[in-house]
């Protein structure tokens, strides 16, 4: 196609004569498999870039059909040449305007022609591949390991007839034979190595491609990536024995289902430090659906780089749960607590208690009965329970065996707790983590934390001094 910028009309630039002094720019066309029914295309593209910045007068083609073979593209194009008032000329169709009524219709007509003829072209070709697919014929380029044979003439065998290549064949069965023991880019790398003969380097898309193609190489033709096959012409270069065995190696080998996601759980995020004295990092590797969390120092030439996240978590972890007193401790605090406890003040405040809970509950079944109103019973239960308030609190033994449940519950609770609640754990006691060679160097507590934590470590097994 060619594009004018002068003002008046010109001819087509492979014969006719234009007016002297107009530019004239030709515009090819990529074309491809396309055929002139997509848009997607570089000199299509170019031609409405033109006509869109107005420096276009006219515009010649040889056939009209060489601007689109799309009815709905070239009508849009006739609508933004009319805006644009620019003149259309066409060679095969010589003193042939398109405006007017009747312009407008042929226009049309033509365009339905032209999508018409690549819509017949498809259909043609889509049942000529569909023929030689159902005869057994391969379509499409030779793959690696065949070749097309050849008549007398030099031209392609009709119908198209796949012969081997020996030495390419060898090469499809030593591929064959390393899938059964390594990866895809293991094998790359190593026919790599060896120099292996290829019609280029050796990748792992060259070996997937040889893998995809496995039921060829078995003797059958293969429509839309292995939906549909058929026996084909041609002969085998695997047996069924070679193909099942690797085909079996690589399932093995293959992950099924998604790639699971990193793990974004860390015990001690944000609270571990490497020797050299940066924070570390979480870090997780996935690799064949085996998930290994590390902390990573991220300086350079440090050589802690990683260490396992789970030995580093587990040790504090370990820390934290023996950080409970021993059990005869426990037992003489609660001893000297009940004797301090053994006062005349604490045994008659005792009394009162039981006195005023009794008046609670008394208070609350009258309001329930209606012997109290509304306002009646929350004025005598607030007062009830300021009296409460006032008096000294007897119930610290009961308190203390809370606790002490609690805290020998402790080792239990951190072996079933979430990874959410041991990283909310750890954050409470630890202050900071050093470690050194893959292991903990030292753990720094909080400070409300290290009497009980310090004295598991400094004092002796059995010491039961209070």
């Given at each position: 196609?060619?594009?004018y910028?002068?003002?008046?009309?010109a001819?087509d630039a492979?014969?006719?004569e234009?007016?002297?002094?107009?530019s004239?720019?030709?515009?090819?066309?990529?074309?491809?498999?396309?055929?002139?029914?997509?848009?997607?295309?570089?000199?299509?593209?170019a031609?409405?870039?033109?006509?869109?910045s107005?420096?276009v007068?006219?515009?010649?083609?040889?056939?009209?059909?060489?601007?689109?073979?799309?009815?709905r593209?070239?009508?849009?194009l006739?609508h933004?040449l009319?805006?644009?008032?620019?003149?259309?000329?066409?060679?095969?169709?010589?003193?042939?305007?398109?405006?007017g009524?009747?312009?407008r219709l042929?226009?049309?007509?033509?365009?339905?022609?032209?999508?018409?003829?690549?819509?017949l072209?498809?259909?043609?070709?889509?049942g000529?591949?569909?023929?030689?697919?159902?005869d057994?014929?391969?379509?499409?380029?030779?793959p690696?390991?065949?070749?097309?044979?050849r008549?007398?003439a030099?031209g392609l065998?009709?119908?198209?007839q796949?012969?081997?290549?020996?030495?390419?064949a060898?090469?499809?069965?030593?591929?064959w034979q390393?899938?059964?023991?390594?990866s895809?880019?293991e094998?790359?790398?190593?026919l790599?190595?060896?120099?292996v003969?290829?019609?280029?380097?050796?990748?792992?898309?060259?070996?997937k491609?040889i893998?995809?193609r496995?039921?060829?190489?078995?003797?059958?033709?293969v429509?839309?990536r292995?939906?549909?096959?058929?026996?084909g012409?041609?002969?085998p270069?695997?047996?069924?024995?070679?193909?099942?065995?690797?085909?079996?190696a690589?399932?093995?080998r293959?992950?099924v289902?998604?790639k699971?996601?990193?793990?974004?759980q860390?015990?001690?995020?944000?609270?571990?430090?490497?020797?050299c004295g940066?924070r570390?990092?979480?870090?997780?590797k996935?690799q064949?659906?085996?998930e290994?969390?590390?902390?990573?120092?991220?300086?350079?030439?440090?050589d802690?780089r990683?260490?396992?996240?789970d030995?580093?978590?587990?040790?504090?972890l370990?820390?934290i749960?023996?950080g409970?007193?021993?059990?005869?401790?426990?037992?003489?605090?609660?001893l000297e607590?009940r004797?301090?406890l053994?006062?005349?003040?604490?045994?008659t405040a005792?009394?009162?208690r039981?006195?005023?809970?009794?008046?609670?509950?008394?208070?609350k079944?009258?309001?329930?009965?209606?012997?109290?109103?509304?306002?009646g019973y929350q004025e005598k239960?607030?007062?009830?329970?300021?009296?409460?308030a006032?008096?000294?609190?007897?119930d610290r033994?009961?308190?203390f065996?809370?606790?002490?449940?609690?805290?020998?519950?402790?080792?239990?609770?951190?072996?079933?707790?979430?990874?959410?609640?041991?990283?909310?754990l750890?954050?409470?006691?630890?202050?900071?983590v050093?470690?050194?060679?893959?292991?903990?160097r030292?753990?720094?507590?909080?400070?409300?934390a290290r009497?009980?934590?310090?004295?598991?470590?400094?004092c002796?097994?059995?010491?039961s001094?209070?």
């Amino acid at each position: 196609m060619v594009a004018y910028s002068a003002t008046v009309p010109a001819a087509d630039a492979s014969g006719l004569e234009t007016l002297p002094g107009a530019s004239v720019r030709v515009i090819s066309d990529s074309g491809g498999h396309q055929s002139g029914f997509s848009a997607a295309r570089d000199g299509y593209q170019a031609l409405l870039a033109a006509v869109a910045s107005g420096d276009v007068a006219a515009i010649a083609v040889y056939d009209l059909s060489r601007l689109a073979r799309n009815a709905r593209l070239m009508l849009d194009l006739r609508h933004e040449l009319d805006r644009q008032n620019v003149t259309l000329l066409v060679a095969n169709l010589p003193n042939t305007t398109f405006d007017g009524a009747a312009g407008r219709l042929m226009f049309g007509q033509l365009c339905i022609a032209a999508q018409f003829q690549r819509d017949l072209d498809s259909e043609r070709m889509t049942g000529m591949q569909r023929r030689l697919f159902e005869d057994g014929r391969h379509r499409g380029h030779d793959p690696f390991g065949y070749r097309s044979l050849r008549n007398e003439a030099g031209g392609l065998a009709h119908p198209r007839q796949l012969v081997i290549v020996p030495e390419e064949a060898g090469v499809i069965r030593r591929v064959w034979q390393e899938l059964a023991q390594h990866s895809i880019a293991e094998v790359a790398a190593i026919l790599n190595r060896e120099g292996v003969a290829h019609r280029g380097p050796w990748t792992r898309d060259a070996v997937k491609d040889i893998v995809r193609r496995g039921r060829v190489y078995r003797g059958f033709v293969v429509e839309k990536r292995g939906l549909d096959e058929r026996p084909g012409c041609h002969e085998p270069i695997l047996t069924e024995a070679e193909y099942r065995r690797t085909m079996a190696a690589i399932a093995a080998r293959t992950r099924v289902g998604n790639k699971p996601k990193p793990s974004r759980q860390y015990a001690l995020r944000g609270l571990i430090v490497c020797a050299c004295g940066t924070r570390m990092r979480g870090e997780t590797k996935v690799q064949r659906g085996t998930e290994r969390r590390y902390y990573r120092c991220p300086t350079l030439g440090c050589d802690a780089r990683r260490c396992p996240a789970d030995s580093v978590e587990e040790a504090v972890l370990r820390n934290i749960a023996g950080g409970i007193l021993p059990a005869e401790v426990l037992e003489a605090a609660r001893l000297e607590l009940r004797r301090r406890l053994e006062t005349p003040q604490v045994a008659t405040a005792g009394r009162q208690r039981e006195r005023l809970l009794t008046r609670l509950e008394r208070l609350k079944t009258q309001h329930e009965w209606g012997d109290l109103t509304d306002a009646g019973y929350q004025e005598k239960r607030d007062a009830t329970r300021a009296e409460l308030a006032q008096l000294p609190d007897g119930d610290r033994i009961r308190e203390f065996d809370a606790y002490r449940t609690r805290i020998l519950a402790l080792p239990g609770a951190i072996a079933a707790a979430s990874p959410a609640r041991l990283e909310e754990l750890c954050r409470i006691v630890v202050q900071e983590v050093v470690v050194a060679n893959r292991q903990v160097r030292t753990i720094e507590w909080v400070p409300a934390a290290r009497p009980f934590l310090k004295w598991q470590r400094e004092c002796p097994q059995g010491d039961s001094n209070p």
